[in-house]
């Protein structure tokens, strides 16, 4: 046994003397951490520059910094996708910039193989639109967007869309060739268009409220464990969720995170009145004692 933890140490001494000059592929989103397995050993660090969101080469500063070298190439993407398993989605609400909610094209293979049953959140989404089909891949926490689906039905989806702008009712859509995964992806669409809201209201249930709390602990759930915490419970207080969380030392807190875009209202401890200066994704490394100039 005391073989084994020499030989163990001795291991993590030698690639912590290499990482200088060690290169990394990682992806990155911004406000995020690089997250890569170096001799089967696992390193987060915080990228410089703090902003870059996408694909890059990495080389660490030191134990807690890695600066961007160059963005990634396409076959080095592809590369470093190929080996991740894949999962079809589809996209049904837009979050950021690169950053989309989808829902599973085949719900009981999506459960049986990575046990989700409602809408997942996709990074670094370089192309597609609402209810197209697309190609994801997962490192068993995140999942990374790959590629349009080029064997998607686009009749079916401009259909879906047009539906949408119309403010067809989920109950009054009738479309050929639409499964209960893309239905549910209607429904679940529009949630966020303009139009639908008295439609909501009507069709307040204990099933809508239990859907509605998934797809919120989903959004929170997803922010925390980009920035390294973790979600504990939340409550629903009008624009706003009040969130109880640990960070990876498993240190308790609880924040005031607005629901439109998850923004800091209140984040529990003194931030000398910048608390909307963070999301909750950004607030977990604050909390952590990293430093407010890595934001």
């Known amino acids: 046994?005391?073989?084994?933890?020499?030989?163990?140490?001795?291991?993590?001494a030698v690639v912590e003397a290499n990482l200088p000059s060690t290169r990394l592929l990682a992806p990155c989103v911004q406000g995020g951490r690089v997250r890569?397995?170096?001799?089967?050993?696992?390193?987060?660090?915080?990228?410089?520059?703090?902003?870059f969101t996408g694909w890059g080469i990495f080389?660490?500063?030191?134990?807690k910094h890695a600066r961007l070298v160059e963005p990634a190439s396409l076959p080095q993407?592809?590369?470093?996708l190929q080996r991740l398993p894949t999962l079809r989605l589809y996209l049904v609400e837009k979050l950021k910039a690169q950053t989309w909610f989808g829902f599973p094209v085949n719900t009981a293979d999506a459960m049986q193989r990575f046990k989700i049953h409602s809408v997942v959140p996709i990074h670094l989404?370089?192309?597609?639109?609402i209810f197209e089909t697309v190609i994801v891949r997962t490192d068993g926490k995140t999942w990374w967007f790959d590629s349009l689906d080029r064997r998607a039905d686009l009749i079916l989806v401009q259909k879906l869309k047009e539906a949408l702008i119309a403010v067809t009712m989920p109950d009054d859509l009738k479309i050929s060739k639409l499964t209960p995964e893309l239905r549910a992806a209607y429904q679940l669409a529009s949630q966020q268009a303009a139009g639908f809201e008295s439609y909501f209201?009507?069709?307040?249930?204990d099933t809508q409220v239990l859907c509605s709390n998934q797809y919120a602990e989903r959004r929170l759930r997803s922010a925390l464990t980009m920035g390294g915490g973790e979600l504990r419970a939340f409550q629903d207080r009008g624009?706003?969720?009040?969130?109880?969380w640990t960070t990876n030392t498993q240190e308790n807190h609880t924040s005031a995170i607005a629901k439109r875009?998850?923004?800091?209202?209140?984040?529990?401890?003194?931030l000398d009145e910048r608390d909307r200066d963070f999301d909750l994704q950004s607030l977990v490394g604050v909390i952590e004692g990293k430093g407010w100039d890595d934001y």
Do not use: H
């Not at 080389?59 to 134990?63: A, K, N, S, T």
């Not at 993407?77 to 470093?80: G, R, T």
């Open 125 to 129: 989404v370089s192309e597609g639109d």
């Open 36 to 51: 890569v397995k170096i001799a089967g050993l696992v390193y987060t660090f915080i990228p410089r520059p703090n902003n």
């Open 1 to 12: 046994m005391t073989y084994n933890i020499d030989k163990l140490l001795d291991k993590l």
């Open 201 to 205: 209201q009507k069709q307040q249930s």
């Open 59 to 63: 080389q660490p500063i030191d134990e």
């Open 77 to 80: 993407i592809a590369e470093y």
């Open 261 to 270: 875009d998850l923004t800091v209202i209140s984040a529990g401890i003194c």
């Open 239 to 244: 624009d706003y969720w009040l969130v109880e």
